[in-house]
């Protein structure tokens, strides 16, 4: 009687351990799946203007004194395919947002630079580079302001609350044994 137990405590043990894992990678999953929803949702709302960040300027100032209301663009659209994730299985993290990623490093960090603002020195090369271009500066303008606007945030303000469930529902179908 006492060997069986003893088996039986072995296999009780190894069952324990084995829906640890079980959990385990159950999390892992479903954080996995809500970072790429994320990714793909926070994208998507960036490109199509839906995450209310406001536009610099409504007006269009013409020459003279006339200015027409033009059509309120999304900003920011172009940074929406920079937005990646990055899941950490093991250690039950997920990261979402302008990460640094293979090849597409130096458009990641002028994302995340311009997420988080940023000042143009106009130097006289600048000036006349950007006179050549069409912009015409002010003698008086000597540096450019790029507001701060706090892109991620505004994602996590949008799909924040419904994420937790999300991660909850989809750790509890994975432990059903269906397919997320």
Avoid: C
Wanted: no cysteine.
């Amino acid at each position: 009687m006492l060997a069986i137990a003893v088996k039986s405590g072995v296999k009780v043990a190894k069952l324990m351990a084995a829906e640890g894992k079980r959990t385990h990678r159950a999390m892992g999953t479903a954080l996995k799946v809500e970072a790429f929803r994320l990714r793909k949702e926070g994208a998507d709302d960036l490109k199509k203007g839906r995450l209310d960040l406001k536009p610099l300027s409504v007006l269009q100032v013409r020459s003279g004194k006339k200015a027409r209301k033009r059509k309120v663009r999304s900003p920011l659209k172009s940074f929406g395919r920079f937005i990646f994730y990055k899941a950490n299985m093991h250690g039950l993290k997920a990261e979402v947002g302008f990460i640094r990623h293979s090849g597409k490093g130096e458009k990641a960090e002028l994302a995340q630079e311009h997420a988080d603002g940023y000042n143009v020195a106009v130097t006289p090369r600048f000036r006349e580079d950007a006179h050549s271009r069409g912009i015409h500066l002010k003698p008086d303008t000597h540096q450019i302001v790029v507001p701060a606007r706090n892109i991620m945030g505004a994602v996590y303000i949008k799909h924040g609350q419904q994420s937790y469930l999300n991660i909850q529902n989809n750790f509890h179908r994975k432990l059903r044994g269906e397919r997320i």
